[in-house]
């Protein structure tokens, strides 16, 4: 499994866009549902490491960068 150290302000703003995008679908499916929430999960915490003085940076896996970027 790859990991990246990514900017923790970019992460947050992709995974608000992908959030936003799975919010105008109209699909209620398990997949799309745990979908949703491991992209609030990942939102949560690189938005947390942008606000938090000398973090900035957020650590995510190749798979967990890939759906963001696979959502918006």
């Known amino acids: 499994m790859s990991y990246a150290a990514l900017d923790a302000g970019r992460v947050a703003k992709a995974a608000e866009l992908a959030l936003q995008t799975l919010a105008a679908e109209k699909e ?37 960068f890939w759906l963001i970027s696979k959502s918006w």
Request: proline fraction near 0%; charged fraction near 25%; hydrophobic fraction near 40%.
């Open 28 to 64: 209620t499916s398990d997949v799309h549902q745990r979908k949703t929430i491991l992209i609030e999960r990942i939102h949560a915490l690189a938005k947390a490491a942008a606000e938090t003085a000398g973090q900035g940076t957020v650590t995510l896996t190749s798979e967990e």
